[in-house]
Structures are given as structure tokens and as C-alpha cells.
């Protein structure tokens, strides 16, 4: 098993920055790709990026490149979300998630079979 913990959260204005910290805990050989989605209220859940451990290989949605930054720590089996010049529109519940996939990065949420409780973050205009 793996747990996900997600932290760095809140409430920020329109234009200023949040990192967010997720860190795996458990069977961390099972977290060959791990994740950040968002769920804003009333829409589905979206991939934000994704990065590969062994590879360093990422992807992001291509509407986030940019402002956006993912980054792993593999000795602390980490993954950060480096959020810049944050919109109203990037309010949601953000999730980390961990998948085995050994293939691919993947871009659907039902690949991935490891997740994190949440955490919030408003942007306020």
C-alpha cells in the first residue's frame, strides 16, 4: 500500500504563487509516475502534470505549461507542484496521485491507483 500526503494548500490573491508537497509513504516502488490533479467544483477531475521517477520525464496540460512546474525527490519520494501567476480559474481541490505505470505517463485519473485526501486552493480576484 501507499499513502499520499499532501500539504501547502490556502488562499491566495490572483497573480501570486503556491507550492504544493505530496510525499509517499508506504510500498514507494509502486509510485513509478506520480501526479497532480485538480477538481474544481461541478467538473471532472483533470490532470495538472505528471512526472516519471526513473526518467525525470513530465507532462503537463498543455493550458498550465508555463505557470506550472512539477518536480521530484526521489530519496524522499516527493513530488512538488510549483504554481505561478495563479488564476481564479485554478481554484480547485488539487489531488496527488501515484501510479506503477511502467510504460507511459499516464493522463486519465482511473490510471492511477494511488491517492492523496486533497488539498484546497482558492484564488482569490
Known amino acids: 500500500q501507499v499513502q499520499l500526503v499532501e500539504s501547502g494548500g490556502g488562499l491566495v490573491q490572483a497573480g501570486d504563487s503556491l507550492r504544493l508537497s505530496c510525499v509517499a509513504n508506504?510500498?514507494?516502488?509502486?509510485?513509478?509516475?506520480m501526479g497532480w490533479f485538480r477538481q474544481a467544483p461541478g467538473k471532472e477531475r483533470e490532470i495538472v502534470a505528471a512526472?516519471?521517477?526513473?526518467?525525470?520525464?513530465?507532462y503537463y496540460t498543455d493550458s498550465l505549461k508555463g505557470r506550472f512546474t512539477i518536480s521530484r525527490d526521489n530519496a524522499k519520494n516527493s513530488v512538488d507542484l510549483q504554481m505561478n501567476g495563479l488564476k481564479p480559474e485554478d481554484t480547485a481541490v488539487y489531488y496527488c496521485?501515484?501510479?506503477?505505470?511502467?510504460?507511459?505517463?499516464?493522463?486519465?485519473?482511473?490510471?492511477?491507483?494511488?491517492w492523496g485526501q486533497g488539498t484546497q486552493v482558492t484564488v482569490s480576484s
Open positions: 496521485a501515484a501510479t506503477t505505470n511502467i510504460l507511459t505517463i499516464p493522463r486519465s485519473r482511473y490510471d492511477y491507483g494511488y
Open positions: 508506504g510500498r514507494t516502488d509502486s509510485t513509478t509516475v
Open positions: 512526472i516519471r521517477s526513473s526518467t525525470g520525464a513530465t
